[in-house]
């Protein structure tokens, strides 16, 4: 509840309200993973009154009776309901020049810092005690209840009893990242405190601190929710699933838990199948590139290879291509390690080294199943490789990923690993390399100037920028005032015809490979991202950094 205990201790026993007797009788009959002074509350040793009185006076703040005070509704469109309940703060008043904020923990410093760049404004701050804060917001933003798109189900046992507060908590970072659309969950045990970061369209934001002692209880409702990890176990890592419904959404959690120096640091990926449902188009391609790309994703046989580095969405992809092309006349078989998403009307394999249940030995059983369609998650060695291509030779469609970083550089990373040129030659029909990057936030992009060292790095002569309406980050609430919202991909693809099939036959290098396929009309990732820079729909910056090594 509170963020400095030891400190507020030390001022509540300064002040008089609270005696080192009543203190030391509190602590010896503290319930699991109760605060101090939540022990202090419910034995009425002290009330939220004196608390909150004690935290105004050594902050210097005013302190306000929030439930018997008049506030304009109107106000309460100042701070939206979600700002208010994570920060357990709410808006009481408004001259037009500073807007005043009622909050239940003047000692959290992090609330005090960021309220006002969250908000926009300047900020004068007030005290008031949890409960008449959590009425206040009950009162005017309908009691905190989720609505009809925030509802949440998960697995596990239901709030009740001494974890009713770690339940409801863990149950509330779920949502919020979900709210937020962040791709992780992070919970890491640091030296004296539990910090909690979310990756939103690729970069961690730290979200909240808890007491380091809730890490117990807060990993072993994880473990329970997930239904296959030990809650015994601390000294192994383990991996684990949970199924969370938010609305109608079904989103899978994926669970990595390790051990380290402070603790269990718990990392929970979140996969949102809905969003493989949403099209080609909501990946980024411009409808040129998704006609090609459609055309390659329906040829009846051969491999079609996405390249990139870890993080750069190549499983997206993947499974969006399954989503296109899964028709009822045809099977599709995948082999992955591990499923992420689980997807209808296809058969799922997971790889499972302990039992001998390689990528190799999953599809040799994979292709006595008889599929039209098969999806690697991704090609490693030379034994993957080549049941790989012999499977594209005999009539199958084969989608896989590699690490290159870009899409000519995939036929030496075949041939690093073993594979004949030939058989590349035959059996590679295209191979597509992209990276993310943030798109720009619609309600806030502002209009931008490209520098001089920007244009000369994307290449771009000032009449052609002149023409195009160029934008950058601006910032609001609803982007958390970072100017971005979502991903999409830069891509760059690379068909296979015939003279590129002999120039590989005859061992030509990755950089004659390049020189050919630029002549047939690819594009590099550096000019997709150009192209997304004069459309609006991406800064300079975003397509800079993801293409470093991309020298046009």
Known sequence: MY?????????????????????????????TQESTIEGLLRTRSLTEHQVATVCAENSGMEMVDIEHLPISPDIFDRMDEQIAQRYLAVPIADDGYTLKVAVADPLNFETLDTLPNTLGREVEFVCATPTGIRSTIKGHY??????????????????????APIIRLVTQMLLEAFKMRASDIHIEPLEASLRIRFRVDGKLIEVDQHPKKLLPAIVARIKVMSGSMSIAEKRLPQDGRVQVRVADKEVDLRVSLVPSNHGESVVMRILDKSALQLGLPKLGFFSDDQETFEELINLPDGIILVTGPTGSGKTTTLYSCLHHINKPDRKIITVEDPVEYELGGINQVMVRHEVGMTFAAALRAMLRQAPNIIMIGEIRDLETASIAINAALTGHLVFSTLHTNDAPSAVARLADIGVKRFLVASAVRAVMAQRLVRGLHADCKVHAD?????????QLDPTRVAAADIYGPGGCEFCRFG????????????????????????????????????ELGMRTLREDGVRKVLAGLTSAEEVLAATMGDSN
């Open 3 to 31: 963020s400095n205990e030891d400190y507020l201790i030390e001022l509540l026993l300064e002040s008089g309200h609270l005696t080192p007797e009543e203190l030391q009788g509190v602590q010896s009959q503290l319930k």
């Open 142 to 163: 309908g009691g905190g209840a989720m609505d009809g798109d925030d509802q949440m189900t998960v697995t596990g046992a239901e709030p009740g009893g001494e974890d």
């Open 450 to 458: 490209l520098t001089e060292v920007q244009m000369r790095s994307l």
């Open 483 to 518: 100017g971005y919202k979502g991903r999409m991909g830069l891509f760059e693809v690379f068909k296979f015809d015939d003279e590129v099939r002999h120039m590989i036959n005859e061992n030509l290098t990755t950089p004659q490979l390049r020189r050919r396929a630029r």
